[in-house]
């Protein structure tokens, strides 16, 4: 009898011994496996939310930017598009192909900054004369620099050197027009690749302006 009970107990202390090892083992791996894919995973989320957040920062003023440039620089890729068949110059068939390699990137990315925010991006040049929000001109008056129908029509009717004169006049005052929306943008806006961009466009089209002067033989 006394042997049979010892046996029993010891039998018995095994059991729980063993049932304690693997509730232990379990509760081991249930805090191993959710510490670094409950806290770490929600930790690298969150900073994750942050930086997105922080990279998607903007104000109205990147907005009216984003939406007055990308019809300017469409309006001066269409007259840069007819210095292939019009132009007589090198001078000018070199620049209007600069600034079709410039500005047709510029006009996706600024549409692309405009869907990631949920604004409208326009789609043409055709509304010449509307007055964009925030550029800080006049009321009325249409976005700097901006061609008119008639302007567009005459151009596309020239040729040769007269072609010449009119397209460099004409993007002299176009790019002119450009550097001041940058330049309100790099004073006002929120955006940092925004004001990167103005601040670009300020560098290259104050140059290239500077380019037609010459070819025209003003400066």
Same mark, same amino acid.
């Given at each position: 009898?006394?042997?049979?009970?010892?046996?029993?107990?010891?039998?018995?202390?095994?059991?729980?011994?063993?049932?304690?090892?693997?509730?232990?083992?379990?509760?081991?791996?249930?805090?191993?496996? &959710?510490?670094?894919?409950?806290?770490? =995973?929600? /930790?690298?989320?969150? %900073?994750?939310? @942050?930086? #997105?957040?922080? !990279?998607?920062?903007?104000?109205?003023?990147?907005?009216?930017?984003?939406?007055?440039?990308?019809?300017?620089?469409?309006?001066?890729?269409?007259?840069?598009?007819?210095?292939?068949?019009?132009?007589?110059?090198?001078?000018?068939?070199?620049?209007?192909?600069?600034?079709?390699?410039?500005?047709?990137?510029?006009?996706?990315?600024?549409?692309?900054?405009?869907?990631?925010? &949920?604004?409208?991006?326009?789609?043409? =040049?055709? /509304?010449?004369?509307? %007055?964009?929000? @925030?550029? #800080?001109?006049? !009321?009325?008056?249409?976005?700097?620099?901006?061609?008119?129908?008639?302007?567009?029509?005459?151009?596309?009717?020239?040729?040769?050197?007269?072609?010449?004169?009119?397209?460099?006049?004409?993007?002299?005052?176009?790019?002119?027009?450009?550097?001041?929306?940058?330049?309100?943008?790099?004073?006002?806006?929120?955006?940092?690749?925004?004001?990167?961009?103005?601040?670009?466009?300020?560098?290259?089209?104050?140059?290239?302006?500077?380019?037609?002067?010459?070819?025209?033989?003003?400066?």
């Amino acid at each position: 009898m006394r042997n049979t009970r010892t046996l029993t107990r010891r039998a018995a202390l095994t059991a729980a011994t063993v049932t304690v090892a693997l509730v232990l083992a379990a509760c081991g791996n249930d805090s191993g496996s &959710g510490h670094p894919g409950g806290h770490g =995973s929600a /930790s690298s989320a969150s %900073s994750s939310t @942050g930086a #997105d957040a922080a !990279a998607a920062a903007h104000n109205t003023q990147d907005v009216s930017f984003a939406q007055g440039m990308v019809p300017h620089h469409q309006q001066a890729l269409e007259m840069a598009e007819l210095a292939a068949d019009r132009a007589s110059s090198a001078g000018v068939k070199g620049l209007a192909s600069r600034i079709e390699k410039a500005q047709g990137p510029e006009i996706r990315t600024l549409g692309g900054w405009l869907t990631s925010w &949920g604004e409208d991006v326009p789609t043409s =040049s055709d /509304s010449t004369t509307e %007055s964009m929000p @925030g550029m #800080d001109h006049s !009321a009325g008056s249409a976005m700097p620099g901006m061609m008119d129908g008639s302007d567009m029509d005459d151009l596309d009717k020239a040729s040769g050197t007269d072609f010449d004169t009119m397209f460099l006049t004409m993007m002299i005052d176009h790019h002119e027009g450009a550097v001041a929306m940058a330049t309100t943008e790099k004073g006002k806006g929120l955006y940092g690749p925004a004001t990167a961009m103005a601040d670009s466009i300020i560098s290259t089209q104050t140059e290239e302006i500077a380019e037609m002067k010459k070819l025209l033989g003003k400066s």
